[in-house]
């Protein structure tokens, strides 16, 4: 790798940390803030966001080609714009039907900006030497939740929900899209050395959905985005409820995104040889023994504590393991599309998960919801485990 094209891939990461704190994590960061100021319900906000991953979902397989014929930089800039227009707007709003509309469009954004994107992209450049860039991005952006709650717990507390939005827009025009700009244009002061667009044949996606490992992947991950992103959106309702204080749950919800990159960490250790079904077994199980600690916590530290170490190391290995695992068994060749086709079951659990949770909550309380996504966690060991059965 060059040292311009180390620059894009630092930059990027850059840009991939501000994206997921501003379009991902700030309704998490400031639910606490929207309930008390905005007058709807937890469910009725929860809408917003869940259509917005419904949409990024079903413009993925879409994203994916356009990255495989050449497009990935403008998808990465052109998201970056769109999201921060939207955090300004949707800072605006009075009535529940703009909130859904922006949402939305939001969506789009998080299609052409986040980690699919951006990983085709850094494969389409770079080829072999993807893998390394992949795991820099993910280490820096392992720190948005890090970044996005203390920041979302002071901007709502001084500026209110409308103020608190405000400033995550900045945050994604100041930083997102100049990051985004910029690292694509280093990257692309290098040599490509990813498949070119005459390899992209017809066909591809329909060859791997034939394939019973593609729907295994996908109900996995799938799975573990549905326990992750419930866990991540409640992170703060869910631990006051189970005794902590207003500063230690957003602390701890903090610490998330440090132990993302301590995973990840782990897996650039000189010498370290994991098969990706592995590191597959292991993520579900670290999701496992993090719900089960918060279904068990009484105000217990050394159990938030567990569940920030365990939920926050596996979701960090879980992101730099899906773009391995699907090249590994099923192919580099289209991997845009393909990439694109399996993100949307993992992208729309997550899409259905802050809704689906809202209800939960409603209906038997922090308790239920925590059954739910153990039980996801739990499922996900099994899938895991027939994975291995099948060489992976």
């Known amino acids: 790798m060059s040292r311009d094209e180390s620059r894009g891939v630092w930059i990027l990461a850059i840009g991939q940390t501000a994206g997921f704190a501003t379009l991902l994590y700030m309704f998490g960061a400031i639910i606490l803030a929207l309930e008390g100021g905005s007058g709807w ?11 917005a991953l419904l949409m990024q ?25 769109l999201g921060a227009v939207c955090l300004a707007l949707l800072s605006q709003v009075s009535h529940l039907a703009l909130w859904y509309a922006l949402w939305i469009v939001m969506g789009a954004a998080q299609a052409g900006g986040f980690y699919e994107t951006c990983f085709s992209f850094l494969l389409r450049r770079l080829g072999p030497g993807a893998r390394g860039a992949i795991i820099r991005v993910t280490l820096v952006a392992g720190f948005a939740s890090t970044f996005a709650f203390p920041l979302g717990a002071w901007a709502g507390d001084a500026l209110g929900w409308r103020g608190a939005i405000l400033v995550f827009a ?17 990257l692309r002061r290098g040599e490509r050395r990813g498949p ?75 010498g370290l040889r994991v098969r990706t079904g592995t590191l597959a077994r292991a993520v579900a199980l670290g999701m496992s023994v993090s719900s089960l600690a918060l279904l068990v916590a009484t105000g217990d530290l050394w159990l938030f504590a567990i569940y920030a170490v365990g939920q926050g190391a596996a979701i960090g290995v879980q992101s730099i393991l899906r773009p391995l695992i699907t ?11 393909i990439s694109g086709a399996l993100a949307m079951a993992p992208i729309g659990a997550g899409a259905l998960a802050p809704f689906l949770g809202a209800l939960l909550m409603g209906a038997g309380g922090v308790t239920l919801l925590l059954s739910v996504t153990l039980s996801f966690a739990l499922t996900g060991f099994a899938i895991g485990l027939w994975l291995g059965a099948r060489g992976i």
């Open 41 to 51: 319900s937890r469910a009725e906000l929860a809408l917003g966001p869940t259509l």
């Open 170 to 186: 900045g945050v994604q025009a100041l930083i997102t899209l100049p990051a985004n700009i910029l690292g694509v244009w280093f």
């Open 57 to 81: 979902a079903g413009l993925a397989p879409f994203s994916g080609r356009l990255v495989d014929r050449g497009h990935g930089g403008a998808l990465l800039g052109g998201a970056a714009l």
């Open 327 to 337: 090249a590994e068994a099923l192919g580099e060749e289209n991997f845009g599309a």
């Open 196 to 270: 070119d667009m005459a390899a992209v044949r017809p066909g591809g996606v329909r060859t791997a959905l034939r394939r019973p490992e593609f729907w295994a992947l996908a109900a996995f991950f799938g799975l573990m985005m549905g326990n992750h992103m419930m866990l991540t959106t409640f992170a703060l309702p869910v631990m006051t409820e189970r005794g902590a204080s207003h500063a230690v749950a957003v602390f701890v919800a903090s610490s998330v995104g440090p132990m993302q990159v301590a995973g990840r960490l782990v897996l650039t250790l000189p």
